[in-house]
């Protein structure tokens, strides 16, 4: 009886060993499990604060240069205004200080005829300069041409003009290439400049926060399609640090 005994404890002992050795291994799983999961989630917070921190950094550089392009175009304005007035007070003098002659009435009328078409149109052009300015600010943001960013409207006119240019540069990348691989990679990028453009459209009947998360897709990918086309050419753009 003592060895069957003694048989029995050993396996009921070995059994114990067993489940204690189960049960380490799964809390250890379950550890690297959970402790994955958390650096998974910090990843993605981390990567999500700096795309907000970009976003707002970008977002402030923007309204800093429509502020300075619309403070140009006021005081070009109020320029063009105080040398009208200063010609209007000149005239208004004179005429006070002299004897209204016959001859000296025809000097004042004609000066006034000369005056009148002159400060319209200044005031005129120091309008136009300031929008000018805008759209030099909008199409140097985007790296396009400002008689490129002007052909295009809406929400979404910097991704045309962009796409635009994006699909000029695969026309001469065509015109280099001209192997069947090259050809081929030429249609796959005009391909996705068509997709691309299908998006912008669509994105200007979104509401206003769907909208701006479309564009952002739309020129992380136009991005992409830019640094293929440089890379076939052997352009590689240096990235920021």
Avoid: C
């Avoid at 320029?79 to 003098?93: G, H, M, N, S």
């Avoid at 004897?99 to 319209?120: E, N």
């Amino acid at each position: 009886m003592g060895l069957f005994s003694s048989m029995g404890s050993k396996r009921t002992q070995r059994k114990a060993d067993a489940k204690i050795r189960k049960a380490e291994e799964k809390a250890i799983r379950t550890r690297a499990k959970v402790q994955a999961e958390a650096e998974s989630r910090e990843g993605r917070k981390a990567a999500k604060r700096q795309l907000k921190d970009e976003h707002k950094f970008h977002k402030r550089t923007q309204k800093q240069e429509r502020k300075t392009a619309k403070s140009q175009g006021k005081v070009q304005q109020k320029t063009a205004a105080a040398e009208a007035k200063t010609i209007a007070a000149q005239v208004k003098a004179d005429a006070a200080a002299a004897h209204f002659t016959p001859a000296k009435m025809k000097r004042y009328l004609a000066v006034a005829k000369m005056v009148s078409p002159v400060v319209v149109p200044i005031a005129y052009r120091a309008a136009i300069g300031a929008r000018s300015q805008v759209t030099v600010v909008q199409a140097r943001r985007a790296g396009v041409s400002p008689s490129l960013l002007t052909q295009y409207g809406g929400p979404s006119a910097t991704l045309r003009a962009r796409i635009a240019a994006s699909r000029t540069t695969a026309g001469e990348v065509g015109g280099l290439e001209k192997s069947d691989e090259g050809q081929a990679f030429v249609a796959a990028m005009t391909t996705r400049l068509d997709n691309l453009q299908v998006a912008a459209d669509a994105a200007d009947t979104m509401p206003p926060q769907q909208r701006k998360n479309a564009q952002r897709a739309i020129d992380n990918e136009l991005t992409a399609i830019d640094n293929d086309l440089l890379a076939r050419l052997n352009v590689h753009p240096v990235q920021a640090g």
